[in-house]
């Protein structure tokens, strides 16, 4: 995480007054009205929303037309970053800044884009316009002349971040395969600050680091010398090997014949404590190599933990299918979470399997 105190750097999640807040941004509550004591906040009262999926920083936004943003800053020159976009609609969002011409925001429902540019304060005030959808997740800015030390980039060999890079986000996760046991980071310093993991420099062409298990921890720090430096944290999970269960039956079922296969589930969470991914989680059951996906809704695993019967809640599926698929001699059934999916993150606890073969 950033150095307490860092000067040069502001950081504003949008939303409503109630709605989930980044850790380290200041709150723009969709009636905050900017005063010169408070030093930033909007022209009018507008709307918000607040999805059920996404970051703490993209899932809520500010929304309405032709309003304006403004905070007070120091004259001098910034980098200013402005997330837009919606979890569920497409977007048509321009922004503009100090009466400059608009730029477009447009995404695609479950797209944020991203506008970055170089802009510089005068008057002591920046005012950020918003106009056509006008949604606004987050608006961050820095200091050129800012003595921080943040990473200008950060990714994996082979896995994607979640959530998608910002240097002001301090907690990433990666998911890998099954069986990994490193994960190769490649990191760069803004204006050329040494980056290290466990006080091993990172190389421009990466650093490889030991996995310690099916979870880990990396801690990556920017900065060196008298100062104090920023942390950033990479969460590791590999999936779990699916599971196989092997059984034999005497004689193969009868043509036309039923089969019913019932999983319990004990629990359906989360692997690790980070955003949750907004696509669904699944659970592959494949009879002899013919496959059946369960598939989760994002709230069913957002970081806690749900039994079977919890609050009217029943995790138990019936798969019924033709018992041709079973045959005499040696059959196996295999349980895999989350096989094909962009992201990994839960884990399953089962309360039983069962087979059934009609008579």
């Keep these: 995480m950033l150095p307490e105190g860092a000067e040069g750097v502001y950081l504003f999640d949008f939303g409503s007054g109630s709605s989930p807040l980044a850790a380290g941004y200041e709150r723009v509550a969709d009636d905050l009205l900017y005063s010169a004591g408070q030093g930033f906040g909007l022209d009018k009262s507008v709307d918000s929303r607040s999805r059920d999926s996404g970051s703490e ?91 921080v030390p943040v990473l200008e980039s950060l990714s994996t060999d082979g ?42 420099p990172v190389p421009d062409s990466g650093l490889t680091v030991p996995l310690s298990g099916r979870r880990s921890e990396i801690e990556i720090q920017v900065g060196a010398g008298d100062g104090e430096p920023t942390t950033y944290r990479l969460h590791v999970t590999t999936q779990e090997p699916p599971w196989q269960i092997l059984f034999d039956l005497p004689s193969a079922p009868a043509p036309q014949v039923k089969a019913t296969l019932s999983v319990w589930l004990a629990a359906w969470a989360m692997g690790a404590a980070l955003p949750v991914p907004p696509e669904e989680s699944n659970l592959t059951i494949s009879v002899n190599d013919t496959p059946f996906v369960w598939t989760f809704k994002p709230d069913d695993a957002r970081g806690a933990t749900y039994r079977s019967a919890c609050g009217g809640r029943v995790y138990r599926r019936e798969i019924a299918f033709d018992g041709a698929l079973l045959r005499s001699g040696r059959n196996e059934i295999t349980v895999q979470i989350n096989k094909g999916a962009a992201h990994l993150f839960n884990e399953a606890a089962y309360d039983a399997i069962r087979l059934q073969i009609a008579d």
């Design 57 to 147: 920083l993209l899932r809520d936004f500010t929304v309405g037309a032709d309003y304006t943003f403004s905070v007070d800053l120091p004259d001098g020159e910034y980098a200013l970053t402005v997330h837009s976009g919606d979890a569920i609609a497409a977007n048509q969002s321009q922004v503009s800044v100090d009466g400059g011409p608009p730029v477009d925001l447009s995404a695609d429902a479950g797209e944020y884009a991203t506008h970055t540019e170089q802009v510089t304060v005068q008057g002591g005030r920046l005012d950020l316009t918003a106009s056509g959808d006008g949604r606004i997740n987050a608006v961050e800015i820095l200091a050129a002349d800012a003595a």
């Design 159 to 200: 896995a994607e971040l979640v959530p998608e890079f910002s240097p002001f986000r301090s907690d990433f996760a990666v998911d890998l395969a099954p069986g990994v046991e490193s994960v190769t980071i490649q990191a760069i310093g803004k204006d050329g600050e040494p980056v290290s993991v466990a006080g091993e």
